[in-house]
């Protein structure tokens, strides 16, 4: 837990480091539309980084791999030998033990990177899609926090869409607080 506590304390210092920058949290329910309100801040020149990108680099790490090949065994492996994350999203929303132990390798790696991004981007704006910025304890990092927001209904018509069956869904939006 220190490496992660050091991390949200670098992001933190974000803030006031970059006079005249805004540092912007993006959140919302899964399949609410982050990805494409990232697109839209992309478009329009800002720096924008994917939480959830970085977290599929760091899972193919050889480091990071063989540790969660070593928990939840060889079945969470595909084919072409990388983690199956979809069947690593069911496998820990059913378990808190697990999605924490994951959580605990994955976040500090994932927030070393974000801090490096926006440390070497000279973009006036820098937006973080972030699916667990409150559950992470990230809230204080940035300037400014931005959660979008789309009808049950449309949630559940693109989270089936993504393959996603009820019961994950349903699963998956209990864990996020927004």
């Known amino acids: 837990m220190r490496v992660l506590d050091f991390w949200k304390r670098k992001l933190k210092n974000l803030k006031g480091r970059f006079p005249g920058r805004l540092v912007v949290g993006l959140t919302g329910s899964p399949a609410s539309g982050k990805s494409a309100a ?4 992309r478009a329009n020149g800002c720096l924008c980084v994917s939480a959830d990108a970085l977290a599929k680099e760091v899972l193919t790490e050889p480091e990071c791999y063989n540790r969660i ?3 939840f065994g060889p079945e969470i492996v595909l084919k072409d ?3 199956d994350t979809r069947g690593l999203s069911l496998e820990i929303f059913g378990d808190s033990s697990k ?12 927030l070393k990177r974000i801090y490096s991004l926006i440390e070497k981007s000279h973009a006036k704006i820098a937006v973080v899609e972030a699916p667990l910025l409150f559950e992470a304890g990230l809230e204080d990092c940035f300037t400014l926090t931005v959660c979008v927001r789309a009808s049950q209904a449309s949630r559940r018509r693109r989270a089936l869409k993504r393959g996603w069956s009820a019961g994950s869904a349903r699963r998956a ?3 996020q607080r927004t």
């Open 81 to 83: 030998g990388l983690p």
């Open 38 to 41: 990232l697109e839209v801040f």
């Open 99 to 110: 999605r924490k132990w994951l959580e605990g390798l994955l976040h500090p790696e994932i």
């Open 173 to 175: 939006r209990r864990l």
């Open 69 to 71: 090949l070593k928990k």
